[in-house]
């Protein structure tokens, strides 16, 4: 079961990153996936249309039957998007319709990443031409349910939450987003913490004693520690609006890897249904300015980086940039 945390970012020379974990039962790390302008693809299982590439993009999936699958991703306009689960809410179409582009749940990122510049363009998709299908996934051997958060260079962020009224799109996030239950019902949930701080604790008269809060960090008691949805969208929310702002690029990835640490899943710490055991496969940070996708992995640590450079944007066919999960420890001595 997918779980992931996503939230966007912004430093303090106006660059825009979308970070998320991947949470799953398998490995989801194997490569870093570039789509160039002008290939064509197939958008969905149960159909066979077909789209153009229009801006080249590049994200973590796989190529599989010359159709990307990615589970997050750049485009070369800076539009970044991540796809998460959201089981017993997500609903698609049983049928196609003509005049729509029909699309796998699992191809909504690359279709979305392949033919919109910016989130005005992502919401127009939404709203009159993608129709996302009941397809199952040929290798889980299940429908995904998901939803999608996309960013750009404006910093602001959309929500696509597809369910039993429809798609709903949110404009007015706080950008931030989890898993189930629906979008709104996290941001209500958050006025349950409206007491957690930043700030110590102040020595308070108690039977006439004087008790003392233990240490620092009194003011953060009450933050959920656990690793379902609500505990995770609250942690990463409290650290969003808290954390101070990063300078640039790179002190923001730093920044977005120390908050998606607060949320990664060891092995071992959640077993699901089926008694295999849901981890952080890996982390992405990923800059709309720059067009770098950033990422660790858990079996390596060390934060590596694909950028949308000229010459790869004019690369003609899709390359695949193999992810390595193997410790990289830097020895001193």
Known sequence: MIGCSSFTIETE?????????????????????????????????????????????????EVSNN???????????????ATLYFPGFAVYHAEQRAGKINVSPDKVIPVVLALAKDLDAVAHLFANKLQIMNDSNPTLNTVPPLHFIFSDTTGKSLIIEPGE????????????????????WHETNLRNYLSVSPNQHQPVAFLNKT????????????LPGDFTPPSRF???????????????????VSLSHHILESVSIPK??????????DYTCYSAYICSESQSYYFSTYGNQRISKITLTDELKNSKDYQQFKVSNEEDICALN
Do not use: W
């Open 211 to 222: 008790l003392r809060p233990f240490s620092q960090g009194s003011g953060t008691f009450g």
């Open 165 to 184: 009224e429809g798609v709903t799109i949110i404009e007015d996030s706080i950008g931030v987003m989890t898993n189930s239950p629906d979008y709104h």
């Open 67 to 81: 159709s990307p699958i990615l589970f997050d991703g750049v485009n070369e306009q800076g539009l970044t998007g």
């Open 234 to 252: 609250v942690r990463t929310a409290f650290l969003k609006n808290n954390a101070f702002k990063p300078k640039n690029e790179v002190e923001a």
């Open 268 to 277: 071992g710490i959640v077993i699901t249904e089926s008694q295999h055991s």
């Open 13 to 61: 020379d106006n660059k825009h990153l979308l970070s998320r974990t991947m949470d799953f039962m398998i490995e989801m790390a194997e490569q870093v996936v570039f789509v160039p302008r002008d290939k064509n693809f197939i958008t969905s299982y149960s159909c066979q249309d077909e789209i153009e590439v229009k801006y080249a993009f590049l994200g973590m999936g």
